[in-house]
């Protein structure tokens, strides 16, 4: 059995004013063919496609596996170039007996809505319609039918935080094998659900998504599905196939098809118990004068999160830190990616004061720079290894990075955007989460991971920026209607019988 394996996995936000490119890829996880299994030691899908090879003795053809943080949409040629990469790989061998796929599922083009939908069609004009597919998909994937079509098997992330990639590969994996001995022939069942939901409150461990999780599980063990996926997609995108869904992958198409549908009305029935609390920067830092409390209090500013798209350079909540004074009475960790603030700080050198102006080279419609004056308390090549932060084992690239002390308050300033959700990336510059009064990362939920260890002070802030959690302030255009939170119609009868109630 041969089976060529591959992945190329980035998260698109269409608000975000960042454009993607090939340097995004090759500055965090960009390996081509068998430079792929040298690096298995992180715990990514491509760990779980070789744990589950080895054990069933099966040999992996590596094409392309590719990781980049989430951004903006991707440049058409930067896309062109991936797939060239992909294709020169699949090229080496005339015929394979199937494919293994990680992507995200929510990445979108300059000029394509679904470019991962695009990666599958390019995979299926190469191998040909008779070769099984399997893909893995994040479970903020917005699904398309023109993905399903594609596919023989499909299987996203079961929790959130995300701590089962190389899980979710090892069960791709075994589903594709037993395909290609043909011990099954599954078919794969997609139900949209016309809602987005913050990410915020996208967790597996409890709340709604935990209660759908018990259903999805409870029609495996019964035998309806081999493989059911729940997507809570990621609210970002302001696209036409936009949506949360349900996929079963199962042998009787009938069955799959009632499932995938009895999963969707059940996720349309908790929308409204997705909903999150946001705090305004003035109410956290009145929290933060509570004598009792234990532990350093988290906020997040998701509205900014680079996991989620968003350039992480708002200045927002400096700002107003500094506007309250709580840099003279609390020690703050913040971090801020701005390349020229970075590179400043970086040649002025450690122990230098520094007058620096920061935030929003990038999101332009979403603030102006401040003027800051500190000391530099640190500088550093911006390198870092995740714990459980994101995926474990994989190395973050911050470029040139520095910390900035303006008070009791440290600024983390970096050249490029990373994953902020992992103590990890703090401590790398020598700064303590545990030991702060306050700890801003910019994250809707995978912090949650690490933080919810260190402390139970977890709040999530009322921000702008283009991953807010605040939907209804985004300006969706292209969207389908009705889509809650914008329209609360009843969901399952036809589209013309909704009524709009918005
Ligand atoms: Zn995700």
């Keep these: 059995m041969k089976i060529a394996v591959g992945g190329l996995i980035q998260e698109s936000n269409t608000f975000s004013e960042a454009i993607s490119t090939l340097d995004d890829f090759k500055r965090y996880f960009y390996r081509i063919g068998d430079q792929m299994e040298e690096t298995l030691q992180a715990e990514n899908e491509l760990a779980g496609f070789y744990r589950a090879a080895r054990e069933q ?133 997609l139900k949209k659900v016309p809602m987005i939901v913050p990410a915020e409150n996208h967790q597996t461990y409890r709340g709604p998504m935990a209660e759908l999780w018990a259903e999805a599980r409870q029609g495996e063990e019964c035998g309806v599905s081999l493989a059911t996926s729940l997507f809570a997609v990621q609210p970002w995108l302001d696209i036409a196939e936009m949506g949360c869904s349900a996929v079963v992958v199962g042998t009787d198409p009938n069955l799959a098809e009632e499932e995938a549908d009895r999963l969707a009305a059940m996720m349309w029935s908790k929308r409204r118990q997705f909903e999150v609390a946001l705090y305004t920067v003035p109410a956290i830092v009145e929290l933060l004068a509570d004598p009792q409390a234990k532990g350093p209090l988290v906020a997040s500013d998701s509205a900014d999160s680079p996991g989620a798209g968003s350039p992480g350079d708002s200045n927002f909540v400096l700002r107003e830190l500094l506007a309250l004074g709580a840099e003279r009475r609390y020690d703050c960790l913040l971090s801020m990616v701005d390349g020229p603030a970075a590179r400043k700080a970086v040649s002025a050198g450690a122990g230098r004061a520094v007058k620096l102006r920061v935030g929003h080279t990038i999101s332009t419609s979403v603030g102006s720079a401040i003027d800051v004056e500190g000391v530099v308390a640190h500088v550093g090549n911006g390198a870092f290894r995740f714990g459980g932060g994101t995926v474990a084992g994989l190395v973050a690239n911050m470029g040139q990075c520095a910390v900035v002390q303006i008070g009791r308050l440290s600024l983390l300033l970096m050249e490029n955007p990373t994953f902020t959700g992992d103590p990890a990336m703090y401590r790398s510059v020598g700064l303590e989460p545990a030991e702060a009064n306050f700890v801003l990362v910019k994250s809707a939920n995978q912090f949650r991971a690490e933080y919810e260890r260190l402390t139970d002070r977890i709040y999530i802030l009322d921000t702008p920026g283009a991953s807010t959690a605040n939907l209804t302030r985004l300006p969706f255009r292209n969207i389908p209607r009705p889509m809650y939170p914008f329209d609360d119609s009843a969901f399952g009868k036809p589209a013309a019988s909704w009524e709009s109630t918005s």
Aim: glycine share 8%; with cysteine.
């Design 57 to 189: 003795e099966v040999t992996l053809i590596p094409t392309i596996f590719a990781h980049a943080v989430s951004s903006g949409k991707i440049g058409r040629r930067m896309l062109d170039e991936l797939k060239a990469v992909l294709f020169e790989q699949l090229d080496r061998y005339s015929s394979y007996d199937g494919v293994l796929f990680a992507l995200h599922g929510a990445w979108v083009a300059e000029d394509c809505d679904d470019a991962d939908g695009e990666i599958l069609s390019a995979i299926r004009e190469k191998v040909g319609r008779s070769v099984p597919v399997v893909i893995t998909l994040d479970s903020h994937a917005n699904v398309t039918q023109s993905m399903v079509d594609q596919v023989d098997g499909l299987i996203g992330y079961r929790t959130f935080p995300h701590t089962d990639y190389a899980e979710t590969g090892y069960r791709a994996a075994k589903l594709l094998f037993s395909i290609v001995r043909g011990e099954i022939q599954p078919s794969v069942r």
